[in-house]
């Protein structure tokens, strides 16, 4: 079975600049994540998708963070512009839903490097 | 919403049995509580779930007082591949709804020869 897949690994840019990572869950996963790690922290919440709907995004800043999932299935994350404090890896989780949504599996992560 | 809090670090050494315990004081009647495993530049990995008692799996069990309040994670018998991080995390599973996931704050698990 593929793991979620995400792109880019790695990303360098300077702050005030915009962009966007890249998730492919599992396939049949309605359920999906978005994660902020930040270094020595464990994983924040950032948004969750059931299907292409948002079901929570209430840690999410929306005034430079925006998520979509397109026909419920990839998904983008977008920061713009990006801050300092956005240095972090970027996770991405997918599960079944229907109540079985607490086995989740995570892709590599892309780590964001703000300067 | 429920917070958990974790030992930072914890050491042991091969074939001994590890007990990690995380403290949800808050938790409430809909939480549930699992257990994430990461390794260096991985995302986490599933170990375990449950609500109440005890769960066990091929891997490690999960005991949790009637209370409710804290869980402790069993790891019987690691070895050097067990040294990780081990996430609690306490959230609302369901379909269409909000999971309102927290995670703790991980406590490092170094395992030594």
């Known amino acids: 079975e593929a793991g979620v897949a995400q792109s880019p690994r790695y990303k360098i840019i300077e702050k005030r600049q915009s962009v966007a990572f890249w998730c492919n869950p599992i396939?049949?996963?309605?359920?999906l994540y978005w994660y902020q790690q930040i270094l020595g922290q464990g994983p924040k919440l950032l948004i969750q998708f059931q299907n292409n709907g948002v079901v929570d995004d209430s840690q999410l800043p929306k005034d430079r963070f925006s998520a979509e999932r397109l026909k419920g299935v990839d998904s983008t994350l977008k920061i713009q512009p990006a801050k300092l404090e956005d240095s972090a890896v970027y996770l991405c989780?997918?599960?079944?839903?229907?109540?079985?949504?607490?086995?989740?599996?995570f892709g590599p992560g892309t780590r964001l490097t703000v300067t | 919403l429920a917070k958990t809090t974790q030992p930072i670090s914890m050491d042991s050494y091969e074939g001994q049995e590890v007990n990690i315990t995380c403290s949800h004081n808050n938790i409430a009647t809909n939480d549930y509580i699992t257990w994430y495993q990461q390794f260096p530049s991985q995302g986490p990995r599933f170990i375990i779930q449950?609500?109440?008692t005890k769960v066990t799996n091929e891997v490690a069990s999960l005991f949790i007082p009637a209370d409710r309040k804290s869980s402790t994670l069993s790891l019987p018998r690691v070895s050097l591949s067990d040294t990780a991080v081990y996430y609690c995390l306490v959230a609302q599973w369901g379909y269409s709804s909000a999971s309102k996931i927290i995670f703790g704050s991980g406590t490092r698990l170094s395992i030594r020869p």
């Open positions: 396939s049949g996963h309605a359920t």
């Open positions: 989780a997918s599960s079944l839903a229907g109540g079985d949504d607490y086995e989740q599996y």
């Open positions: 449950g609500y109440k």
